[in-house]
């Protein structure tokens, strides 16, 4: 039986397949209206040491929904950090607080030493390239909401595969429930071998192809499509050659099937046309605006307000 | 010249550790936190059919180490060999395995870690055996274990 009360929420990797569904199941409750006012009572405090407002204004939308106050920083020049006090400081202080803290850093590890250092649950909303757990929760929760199941499924995820982070922790949580799974990127910028190598530890089945056309004929249910960011490239010309050839749009669409769902972490910069945001395959909106039950959902877990 | 059997003292109670590749006697002390903790006798760069590169071997005197201290030496040495010595004799012959968590002596290659930036302890979880590859408990990248790594403060 998952357990979530007073458990920090700060990787994947900690997360049982029966943690994952647990969360999956009560987002579904939450959204569909069963449960109210759970975190009454309840404050949490949201430290963000980068701005994201994305990831923050769901996080604060998900508490008020719920019945909670929330405060926190949203720029890390306003807190007392650059005034020289310790992060270790920090937590233990805020940890007084509050009954949650949902922390977003730069530094890989950041949430996890919070999380030792405070007796209260700490959410980690992102900490540097290492991981982002609510985003694959939200993630899940849209694939078992848009498909009805989240096994047995050909799920193509496309972009910057060796990077991004989102990417990395979905493709762990998708190979435990048992899926098939192509990766379509750049030669330069594929899944990292070590990624791989769960998977074949795994014995999950995978294909790795560098074009659209290849992943169409694999067949997929999903295309989860990511952002290749300009950086990466030296040469700005070579950027342009690359983005164009990872692009989705009506006509690439034919390329993959008529009922294939596209998912998107956004922000999107031009990876996904906007003449597909209209088309019923269009599912990134959705899955966003699917960020707030999951975060209730979490909070609610971990807090025992939801059992 | 005439052969040696024991170019290093033998010693009547404690714990020697053999087979240890030349040039890491020091580094194995260091890992054990042995500095200045009574006596030792330290031999370098011995002949050794098994091991081409010379060995190294480390004598510690009235103290027989726990199996977690042992087995910390297989971090850098998987082949040295434990012999814990009692009133002169072998007591115990020693095999040692990696362990699967690695403490405070060993540092993250990722400088974007919170060991490196925050002053998080270091933890590490024994990933692969075959590889010896460690996964950092913060910033969660898998690291081939190299001597370099381990800490020498």
């Given at each position: 039986?998952?357990r979530?009360r007073d458990r920090?929420?700060?990787?994947i990797?900690?997360?049982?397949?029966?943690?994952?569904?647990?969360?999956v199941e009560?987002?579904?409750?939450?959204?569909e209206g069963?449960f109210?006012g759970?975190?009454?009572?309840?404050?949490v405090?949201?430290?963000?040491?980068?701005?994201s407002?994305?990831?923050?204004l769901s996080?604060?939308?998900?508490?008020?929904?719920?019945g909670?106050?929330?405060?926190?920083?949203?720029?890390?020049?306003a807190?007392?950090?650059?005034?020289?006090?310790?992060?270790?400081d920090s937590?233990?202080t805020?940890?007084?607080?509050c009954d949650v803290i949902?922390i977003r850093?730069?530094?890989e590890g950041?949430?996890?030493m919070?999380?030792?250092?405070?007796?209260?649950?700490?959410?980690n909303?992102?900490?540097g390239?290492?991981?982002?757990?609510?985003?694959?929760f939200?993630?899940l929760f849209?694939i078992?909401?848009q498909?009805?199941r989240?096994?047995?499924?050909?799920?193509?995820?496309?972009?910057?595969?060796?990077y991004?982070?989102?990417?990395h922790?979905l493709?762990h949580?998708?190979a435990?429930?048992g899926?098939r799974l192509?990766?379509?990127?750049p030669?330069t910028?594929?899944?990292p071998?070590?990624?791989?190598k769960?998977?074949?530890?795994l014995?999950?089945?995978?294909?790795?192809?560098?074009?659209?056309?290849?992943?169409?004929?694999?067949?997929?249910d999903?295309?989860?499509?990511?952002?290749i960011?300009k950086?990466?490239f030296g040469d700005?010309q070579?950027?342009?050659?690359v983005?164009g050839?990872?692009?989705?749009?009506?006509?690439?669409?034919g390329?993959?099937?008529?009922?294939?769902?596209?998912?998107h972490?956004?922000p999107?910069?031009?990876?996904?046309?906007?003449?597909?945001?209209t088309t019923?395959?269009a599912?990134?909106?959705?899955?966003?605006?699917n960020g707030?039950?999951?975060?209730?959902?979490?909070?609610?877990?971990?807090?025992g307000?939801?059992? | 010249?005439m052969?040696?059997?024991?170019?290093?003292?033998?010693?009547?109670n404690?714990?020697?550790i053999d087979h240890?590749?030349?040039?890491?006697a020091l580094?194995?002390?260091?890992?054990?936190?042995?500095?200045n903790q009574?006596?030792?006798?330290?031999?370098?760069?011995?002949?050794?059919?098994?091991?081409?590169?010379?060995?190294?071997?480390v004598?510690?005197?009235?103290?027989?180490l726990?199996?977690?201290e042992t087995n910390?030496?297989?971090?850098?040495?998987?082949?040295?060999?434990?012999n814990?010595?009692?009133d002169?004799?072998?007591s115990?012959?020693?095999?040692?395995?990696?362990?699967?968590e690695v403490?405070?002596?060993?540092s993250?290659?990722?400088p974007n870690c919170?060991t490196?930036?925050?002053g998080?302890?270091?933890?590490?979880?024994?990933?692969?055996?075959d590889?010896?590859?460690y996964?950092?408990?913060?910033?969660?990248?898998?690291t081939?274990v190299?001597?370099?790594l381990?800490?020498t403060?």
């Amino acid at each position: 039986m998952a357990r979530f009360r007073d458990r920090s929420i700060v990787s994947i990797r900690d997360m049982s397949i029966e943690d994952l569904t647990k969360v999956v199941e009560t987002t579904q409750r939450v959204k569909e209206g069963e449960f109210s006012g759970f975190l009454e009572g309840r404050t949490v405090a949201t430290l963000f040491f980068e701005p994201s407002t994305r990831t923050r204004l769901s996080f604060e939308s998900a508490v008020f929904k719920s019945g909670g106050s929330v405060f926190g920083i949203a720029n890390p020049k306003a807190s007392s950090q650059s005034k020289g006090e310790s992060f270790a400081d920090s937590i233990r202080t805020v940890a007084g607080y509050c009954d949650v803290i949902v922390i977003r850093h730069p530094v890989e590890g950041a949430a996890r030493m919070a999380s030792e250092l405070s007796d209260i649950p700490v959410i980690n909303a992102g900490d540097g390239a290492n991981q982002h757990p609510t985003q694959t929760f939200l993630d899940l929760f849209t694939i078992k909401e848009q498909l009805g199941r989240l096994k047995g499924l050909r799920i193509g995820m496309m972009g910057d595969l060796k990077y991004g982070r989102t990417v990395h922790s979905l493709t762990h949580a998708l190979a435990m429930y048992g899926n098939r799974l192509t990766f379509i990127s750049p030669p330069t910028l594929q899944m990292p071998g070590h990624i791989l190598k769960e998977l074949d530890d795994l014995k999950v089945s995978y294909s790795v192809v560098d074009n659209l056309e290849d992943a169409g004929e694999t067949g997929l249910d999903i295309l989860y499509v990511t952002r290749i960011q300009k950086e990466r490239f030296g040469d700005p010309q070579e950027y342009e050659k690359v983005a164009g050839t990872y692009r989705i749009t009506r006509e690439t669409m034919g390329l993959l099937g008529d009922d294939l769902r596209i998912m998107h972490p956004l922000p999107r910069v031009d990876e996904i046309a906007e003449e597909v945001d209209t088309t019923p395959n269009a599912i990134y909106f959705i899955q966003a605006h699917n960020g707030i039950p999951t975060r209730q959902a979490l909070l609610g877990l971990v807090t025992g307000g939801l059992e | 010249m005439m052969d040696r059997a024991y170019k290093v003292y033998s010693i009547e109670n404690g714990t020697v550790i053999d087979h240890i590749p030349t040039p890491l006697a020091l580094k194995v002390i260091r890992i054990l936190g042995l500095e200045n903790q009574g006596i030792m006798t330290i031999g370098i760069g011995f002949r050794s059919e098994k091991q081409p590169g010379g060995k190294d071997i480390v004598k510690v005197e009235n103290r027989e180490l726990s199996h977690d201290e042992t087995n910390k030496i297989a971090l850098i040495a998987p082949d040295a060999t434990i012999n814990i010595i009692k009133d002169g004799r072998v007591s115990e012959k020693r095999q040692i395995k990696l362990p699967s968590e690695v403490k405070d002596i060993m540092s993250c290659p990722n400088p974007n870690c919170a060991t490196n930036i925050l002053g998080a302890r270091t933890h590490f979880l024994l990933e692969s055996r075959d590889t010896v590859t460690y996964r950092c408990r913060y910033c969660e990248r898998a690291t081939e274990v190299h001597a370099d790594l381990l800490t020498t403060k």
